[in-house]
């Protein structure tokens, strides 16, 4: 087995333990299934893109877990719920502050060069210094959540509570203006060469995270012992 092979089928069995985690538990037989179904793939690739798939379900139903049922949960469900609403936006940030084109990167010529002498350049450079802004709400999410978890308090501050819910959604809305703006209405269409990538972006580093925090914030415990339902 090549060694890329190995690292396929590997990060396969890790997204299917998130999604077991992910699925909330009247959905176990769903867990099951797919596991099953995974046992009939031979090539890692095939694998590796069934669990995705399978991770994509489980956040879908998770949401709608969130959305219609009592939010009385285990902290230790909150866990990974928490963590997959909020890594994704929070690696964004990380690569948008000190990636490979991240902000800290820009020097006087760069932004010359490549945004103030380009057409629509000035817009971009606008929207990746929102964009660097509001993903930061993935770290400042991370650790509301531990706080959650560990001291069953959440944010006071009605600004804060705001921004975790509707930063998220901003930055979606600031990455869907930038597509329209470069590739014009087109761009958006399911049938785009990118289209799944995109979406994908825009349920993980948007979506995701405002639906977290709402669940997250919407707990309002008052002691540790209320405010979970128990493990």
């Known amino acids: 087995m090549s060694a890329s092979a190995s690292f ?15 699925l909330p538990p009247s959905r176990g037989d769903w867990a099951n299934a797919m596991r099953a179904e995974l046992d009939q793939l031979e090539s890692d690739r095939d694998a590796l893109t069934w ?18 049922g ?5 902290r230790w469900i909150l866990v990974p719920e928490m963590l997959l609403c909020f890594m994704p936006l929070t690696f964004g940030w990380l690569d948008a502050i000190g990636g490979s084109s991240g902000i800290v990167r820009l020097n006087r010529d760069v932004i010359h060069q490549h945004f103030l002498h380009s057409p629509g350049g000035t817009f971009v450079l606008a929207a990746l210094m929102i964009g660097a802004t509001l993903a930061a709400l993935g770290p400042v999410g991370l650790i509301t959540a531990f706080r959650l978890v560990v001291s069953a308090h959440t944010p006071r501050n009605q600004w804060l509570r705001t921004a975790l819910v509707a930063g998220p959604i ?11 703006a470069l590739g014009g209405t087109g761009a958006l269409a399911l049938d785009a060469a990118d289209s799944f990538d995109f979406w994908s972006g825009i349920l993980l580093l948007s979506a995701l995270p405002a639906l977290g925090a709402a669940h997250m914030l919407r707990l309002a415990p008052q002691s540790p012992h209320k405010s979970f339902a128990a493990a």
């Open 51 to 68: 669990a995705i798939g399978c991770l994509v379900a489980a956040s879908q139903e998770r949401i709608i877990t969130m959305l219609t």
């Open 170 to 180: 901003v930055y979606g809305a600031v990455m869907v203006l930038v597509r329209v």
């Open 70 to 74: 009592d939010l009385k949960i285990s």
């Open 8 to 22: 396929r089928r590997r990060l396969t069995l890790a997204l299917m333990q998130c999604v077991g985690r992910i």
